[in-house]
């Protein structure tokens, strides 16, 4: 299963999406996803242990062309995002925090 989540319009950039990418015990596991914006999203799963969730906010913040505000906005939405899980819970932020994309112009 993949969670996808981002601007679908057909000539959107590629900075402007998030996924996750489920197996079948995670998907059996899976108690619920949010989306926040086109570059957070955050899936909660059942655990062994009773009471206990483990939510994984999966990122993708962009270096590329983005300005302080932009940047600063990102990271206090992903605080914020992390304070309200229940302490009890695991939760794990992870993805590319710094990711750059290259245009044709950039060649490898």
Request: proline residues 2%; aromatic residues 8%; contains cysteine.
């Amino acid at each position: 299963m993949l969670l996808y989540f981002g601007d679908e319009e057909e000539n959107a950039p590629h900075t402007q999406r998030v996924a996750l990418m489920l197996t079948k015990v995670a998907r059996n596991a899976l108690v619920g996803w949010e989306s926040y914006g086109s570059r957070i999203i955050k899936v909660s799963f059942k655990t062994k242990k009773e009471g206990i969730t483990m939510n994984i906010i999966q990122c993708y913040e962009s270096t590329n062309d983005s300005n302080d505000d932009i940047e600063d906005h990102f990271y206090e939405r992903l605080q914020s995002i992390i304070v309200n899980c229940s302490r009890k819970d695991l939760t794990i932020p992870m993805g590319d925090l710094s990711a750059q994309s290259w245009n044709r112009q950039h060649r490898i």
